[in-house]
């Protein structure tokens, strides 16, 4: 099934050409009237989508156990941390827009403490395992800054270092969960306050259109090293996952489609579209972006400076991701 992308996301033939373009324009709300075909259940067909040929999934270093009341989740190796199932009814994805839905994850996992950073890339391009991130750039990251973010890279980038290193993609609703929790917070740290310097890196009214890339955020132009904004830190009883908000936007493993009403139960997306959704704001995003239901999407092939990516350590997927390069 082909869904027509609405008109604010981005215009995935210049994508694709200019690896420096600017951040992609996120959905503050529900998608425009342009998206005609909503997707009803987001749960994973019993086959991949046609036009995105792949072999297998990708590998996991090892699972988790399935959900059972109250039990206690494995411990995560250092630098990830781990989140829980849901509650047997799930939570609501979406909340508060069109598109709000119940949501099952049914197996806890192990989120990346961090985005993944340039000196972890660095190792995976050393391996011969990775291709290295577009360089063209002012506020490239790759290969100087180590404690900060990799940027500049395109999803199959992504997808390829977190196979590397025996981990995956988080699917869309898993970063969903990861970020808001059971109290269903609109930021990863709260309902309050209000995101500033002091809770993540963003730009308070955004970038101006004419300089979406330039010298702004709270650290000026391109991201910070990874933590350093602790007081924005999503806490969980295993620890704190850092810079869910704001620093880069970061890849999901998910096809981005607008969200139907449905209750579903461990969703992962895939359609016939080069498009994945991105999630968390990026460095050159306003106050609205830091929200944790916040959507943008992005081609495939996208690399700019404000998105990245972080891994999960959890269940293989039901079905096969797709295969760009």
Same mark, same amino acid.
């Given at each position: 099934?082909?869904?027509?992308?609405?008109?604010?996301? =981005?215009?995935?033939?210049?994508?694709?050409?200019?690896?420096?373009?600017?951040?992609?324009?996120?959905?503050?709300?529900?998608?425009?009237?342009?998206?005609?075909?909503?997707?009803?259940?987001?749960?994973?067909?019993?086959?991949?989508?046609?036009?995105?040929?792949?072999? /297998?999934?990708?590998?996991?270093?090892?699972?988790?156990?399935?959900?059972?009341?109250?039990?206690?989740?494995?411990?995560?190796?250092?630098?990830?941390?781990?989140?829980?199932?849901?509650?047997?009814?799930?939570?609501?994805?979406?909340?508060?827009?069109?598109?709000?839905?119940?949501?099952?994850?049914?197996?806890?996992?192990?989120?990346?403490?961090?985005?993944?950073?340039?000196?972890?890339?660095?190792?995976?391009?050393?391996?011969?395992?990775?291709?290295?991130?577009?360089?063209?750039?002012?506020?490239?990251?790759?290969?100087?800054? =180590?404690?900060?973010?990799?940027?500049?890279?395109?999803?199959?980038?992504?997808?390829?270092?977190?196979?590397?290193?025996?981990?995956?993609?988080?699917?869309?609703?898993?970063?969903?969960?990861?970020?808001?929790?059971?109290?269903?917070?609109?930021?990863?740290?709260?309902? /309050?306050?209000?995101?500033?310097?002091?809770?993540?890196?963003?730009?308070?009214?955004?970038?101006?259109?004419?300089?979406?890339?330039?010298?702004?955020?709270?650290?000026?132009?391109?991201?910070?090293?990874?933590?350093?904004?602790?007081?924005?830190?999503?806490?969980?009883?295993?620890?704190?996952?850092?810079?869910?908000?704001?620093?880069?936007?970061?890849?999901?493993?998910?096809?981005?489609?607008?969200?139907?009403?449905?209750?579903?139960?461990?969703?992962?997306?895939?359609?016939?579209?080069?498009?994945?959704?991105?999630?968390?704001?990026?460095?050159?995003?306003?106050?609205?972006?830091?929200?944790?239901?916040?959507?943008?999407?992005?081609?495939?092939?996208?690399?700019?400076?404000?998105?990245?990516?972080?891994?999960?350590?959890?269940?293989?997927?039901?079905?096969?991701?797709?295969?760009?390069?």
């Amino acid at each position: 099934m082909r869904h027509t992308l609405p008109a604010v996301l =981005l215009a995935c033939s210049a994508c694709a050409a200019t690896p420096s373009a600017p951040a992609p324009a996120p959905l503050a709300t529900a998608p425009s009237a342009a998206a005609t075909a909503p997707v009803t259940s987001v749960a994973a067909p019993a086959s991949p989508a046609t036009g995105t040929p792949s072999t /297998e999934p990708a590998p996991v270093a090892s699972t988790l156990p399935p959900y059972e009341a109250g039990a206690a989740i494995a411990t995560c190796p250092d630098g990830e941390i781990a989140v829980p199932p849901t509650p047997a009814d799930g939570f609501t994805m979406a909340k508060g827009l069109k598109g709000a839905h119940r949501v099952v994850l049914t197996h806890g996992f192990c989120m990346d403490q961090n985005e993944v950073t340039v000196r972890e890339y660095a190792r995976c391009v050393e391996a011969g395992a990775c291709k290295e991130p577009w360089r063209g750039d002012p506020y490239s990251t790759y290969p100087t800054k =180590l404690d900060e973010p990799v940027n500049l890279v395109s999803w199959p980038k992504a997808h390829a270092f977190c196979e590397w290193a025996g981990k995956r993609l988080p699917t869309e609703a898993e970063w969903e969960w990861t970020a808001t929790g059971p109290e269903q917070y609109r930021y990863p740290w709260g309902n /309050e306050p209000e995101p500033s310097c002091d809770t993540c890196d963003y730009t308070k009214f955004g970038a101006p259109k004419w300089e979406a890339g330039g010298d702004i955020g709270c650290g000026g132009g391109g991201p910070s090293p990874v933590g350093t904004h602790p007081k924005g830190d999503r806490v969980w009883p295993g620890g704190a996952i850092h810079d869910l908000a704001g620093n880069v936007w970061e890849w999901v493993e998910d096809a981005y489609a607008p969200f139907g009403n449905d209750p579903v139960t461990d969703p992962v997306v895939r359609l016939d579209v080069a498009v994945h959704a991105i999630r968390g704001g990026g460095w050159n995003r306003s106050y609205a972006a830091m929200v944790v239901t916040y959507r943008g999407a992005a081609h495939y092939s996208y690399q700019v400076p404000a998105l990245g990516f972080r891994c999960v350590r959890g269940e293989p997927l039901p079905t096969p991701s797709p295969h760009y390069e």
